[in-house]
């Protein structure tokens, strides 16, 4: 099978981790890399064996698809440039600056028949393929994810920069129009929004609590589902996912690794059942690139579509706006 030649825009943190994964990615050649800081881009090249190009467009020329990596204010420029040039596109989330700008790339996208992907990596976490083994339906969802301080990113809101991976997340399992949205946020120690909470209400009437924060002191990475007869926790730091469900005698899982945890008694006795999900382990951005590479080479729909990616813009700059109107 014909290889897809790949070319890496941006070669900052996360720029760099794509140019070195690509070499483990199936059916891909990575055949170089462009960025203005091109001290940098030698550095990474050097590290990953590849070219470095004097110019972007030098790159398109010589690739298939494009891997765009660079701050979220350049990704509509750079994104329009590659899809006229004919290339695929992945693009680290969140997709665009604004939601125009999202639908001008999925439309022009259509019109030359190419495909977008967005990096949102918690899709590939362990703990959230390990959520895909069963079905879910939740009634209520509460989500933190806390990082420590890192000038990285902050020239967005901790909305668009953290918040963004678990609205993506809970749009995915909530198959229902949002109907309603609060939110309330705070610039500590950046210029923008560095701790936020947003409560969306969905028209099935499941609602999400959902915090994002820059400035804590420790990390944590958690999403908690609850539904009827059900608690799932997830833990996107560690890669678990744990279930806790209300069963009969006769639907007690075969799973070796089940465990009963108390039982409730009743016209009908039911039993407090334990299950670790599970999932293969493995490097998420590196799955996550492979499925970019896969969707290219069968023609098919990419795991996070840019539509996807889009959707979860449109909630965070919804969230965004509302912070900033309560500020006034």
């Given at each position: ?5 790949v ?13 070195i994964?690509?070499?483990k ?19 990474v ?10 110019d ?25 440039e590659?899809l ?5 596109l ?13 639908q ?32 879910v ?7 933190h ?18 918040m ?8 995915s ?23 936020a ?10 609602v999400a ?5 820059r400035?804590?002191?420790k ?9 009827r ?9 560690q ?7 209300l069963?009969t005698?006769?639907?007690i ?27 293969p382990?493995g ?5 996550e690139?492979q ?15 840019a539509l ?6 449109k ?8 912070i ?5």
């Amino acid at each position: 099978m014909k290889k897809t030649k790949v070319g890496v825009l941006g070669t900052g943190h996360l720029g760099r981790l794509h140019t070195i994964l690509y070499d483990k990615v199936e059916n891909a050649e990575l055949i170089g890399i462009f960025d203005v800081n091109q001290n940098r881009a030698f550095e990474v090249a050097e590290e990953a064996g590849c070219t470095v190009f004097s110019d972007y467009q030098t790159m398109l020329s010589a690739v298939d698809a494009v891997n765009i990596v660079v701050p979220t204010t350049y990704h509509y420029e750079a994104a329009v440039e590659a899809l006229s040039a004919g290339k695929h596109l992945f693009i680290e989330k969140p997709i665009t600056t604004t939601i125009e700008q999202a639908q001008s790339l999925i439309a022009l996208a259509d019109e030359k028949q190419l495909l977008i992907q967005v990096g949102h990596i918690e899709r590939f976490n362990q703990a959230m393929r390990a959520l895909s083994t069963v079905k879910v339906a939740p009634k209520f969802i509460e989500s933190h994810r806390l990082s420590t301080f890192n000038p990285r990113g902050t020239d967005v809101a901790v909305v668009l920069d953290l918040m963004i991976h678990d609205i993506d997340i809970i749009l995915s399992l909530v198959d229902s129009p949002v109907q309603k949205i609060d939110a309330n946020g705070v610039a500590v120690i950046s210029t923008e929004v560095d701790i936020a909470n947003a409560r969306i209400t969905f028209e099935n009437g499941c609602v999400a609590n959902v915090t994002a924060s820059r400035i804590s002191q420790k990390q944590m990475r958690k999403m908690r589902l609850f539904e009827r007869d059900s608690y799932i926790s997830i833990d996107f730091l560690q890669g678990i996912t744990e279930r806790f469900n209300l069963v009969t005698d006769s639907d007690i899982s075969s799973d070796s690794a089940a465990m009963i945890m108390g039982t409730l008694a009743g016209e009908k006795t039911r039993h407090v059942q334990y299950q670790r999900l599970s999932a293969p382990e493995g490097n998420a951005l590196q799955m996550e690139l492979q499925t970019f590479v896969d969707a290219i080479q069968q023609n098919s729909t990419p795991k996070v579509t840019a539509l996807d990616g889009s959707r979860a813009l449109k909630i965070a700059s919804q969230i965004t706006d509302i912070i900033s109107k309560n500020q006034i």
